[in-house]
């Protein structure tokens, strides 16, 4: 099956807009989701390329857990199109339909990557 087709090759390329991105994320992510915090959802902070089930602290769906998936643009927008098609028993639900704001999500996601470490202060 194919999730999202058109769009897998434009997803986190130019054709996302990242500041429309970060206001589609805050609209309809961010009621359980945030950049840095764990709430009902994981912290996407870094989310692109990490490994699906690992944010820390976060107490994931047994089949999220163990699908083995890493998050590259194609695969999150796979999960933003049908996330219970993508992965049966996971207890996400929330679909984003359109495929522009799919684009702009995960523009906006890769553009925000993990912290880097801090420096030490002396």
């Known amino acids: 099956m194919t999730f999202g087709g058109a769009l897998l090759a ?3 390329s130019s054709r996302g807009d990242p500041a429309r991105g ?3 994320y805050q609209t309809k992510c961010g009621g359980c989701h ?3 915090s764990n709430r009902v959802g994981p912290l996407h ?4 390329g ?3 089930g690992s944010a820390p602290g976060f107490h994931y769906s047994k089949a999220l857990s163990a699908s083995r998936i890493v998050w590259t643009p194609t695969n999150l927008d796979r999960w933003l199109t049908a996330p219970t098609l993508m992965v049966p028993g996971t207890l996400m639900g929330f679909r984003l339909g359109s495929p522009q704001d799919r684009a ?3 523009t906006y996601l890769a553009k925000n990557p993990t912290r880097p470490a801090q420096a030490s202060r002396p």
Not at 45 to 48: F, Y
């Open 10 to 12: 434009s997803a986190g």
């Open 22 to 24: 970060a206001e589609v």
């Open 34 to 36: 945030s950049l840095d």
């Open 45 to 48: 902070r870094g989310v692109v």
């Open 50 to 52: 990490r490994r699906a």
């Open 104 to 106: 702009d999500v995960i």
